[in-house]
């Protein structure tokens, strides 16, 4: 079965400090992975994806995410943070045998504390 | 721009009236989905569809019914909504599966439509 856990439930974090949001996953077969933000009242917006290739990602608004096979993570970080940024996140795995399938972790707020 | 559209936004019934949800697409998306999303929780698998064909959550309750008339939209329908259906419905999309093309698993999200059972 496939799980994804997200350590942090919440993260409070000063404007321009570094922030890391952390991810695991549980699966014996082949992931893709993502990372979504959602605002107050919005819909998911995607922020970035690891389908293959390169285990760093860039993604959208200065987020960057590293895939790590070994220890089956999807961590997400930004070097400096933005009020803008409070939001909620959520890390989610696709298995690549089922396809249509998404795992959700149960999200990390974030604080960005001016 | 290409986008998944829900509407309305808002909406307010009363317990036990029957509301229908839209959700339409403009990717040209093989797959859509309904999910729900109660306060300060991860979104919840409802359903999908991979084209026609229609795949329930063995979790999902009866009262949740979904038809798919097009590619283009997708309807979510509670039957008799009960308190405890008050929540956020997001709806998505995917490419799907075709031809090995690339990226058939990102999904992408509407703005959800916040449901208030009163």
């Known amino acids: 079965a496939q799980s994804v856990t997200q350590l942090d439930s919440q993260v409070p974090v000063f404007e321009e400090a570094p922030v890391e949001l952390r991810c695991n996953y549980s699966?014996?077969?082949?992931?893709?992975l993502f990372w979504y933000v959602q605002y107050p009242n919005q819909g998911l917006q995607l922020l970035l994806k690891?389908?293959?290739?390169?285990?760093l990602v860039k993604g959208i608004n200065g987020f960057e995410a590293e895939f790590n096979k070994s220890q089956t993570s999807f961590h997400l970080r930004k070097p400096s943070v933005h009020i803008s940024d409070t939001a909620e996140y959520f890390c989610?795995?696709?298995?690549?045998?089922?396809?249509?399938?998404?795992?959700f972790g149960t999200g990390t707020s974030l604080t960005v504390i001016p | 721009d290409a986008m998944v559209i829900q509407n309305p936004r808002y909406q307010v019934t009363q317990f036990g009236k029957p509301v229908t949800l839209s959700c339409s697409q403009t990717?040209?998306?093989?797959?859509m989905y309904w999910y729900q999303q109660k306060s300060s929780q991860a979104p919840k698998l409802l359903f999908h569809?991979?084209?026609?064909?229609?795949?329930n959550e063995a979790d999902t309750p009866d009262n949740f019914q979904s038809r798919r008339p097009n590619t283009s939209f997708c309807f979510l329908d509670i039957r008799s909504p009960g308190l405890g259906d008050t929540a956020m419905y997001l709806c998505?999309?995917?490419?799907?599966?075709?031809?090995?093309?690339?990226?058939?698993?990102?999904?992408?999200f509407g703005p959800g439509t916040r449901l208030l059972v009163l």
């Open positions: 998505a999309t995917s490419r799907g599966r075709t031809g090995g093309a690339l990226d058939q698993e990102t999904q992408y």
């Open positions: 699966s014996s077969v082949s992931v893709y």
């Open positions: 690891y389908l293959s290739g390169s285990t």
């Open positions: 989610a795995v696709s298995v690549r045998l089922t396809g249509n399938q998404f795992y």
């Open positions: 990717l040209n998306h093989n797959v």
């Open positions: 569809y991979y084209d026609k064909d229609f795949n």
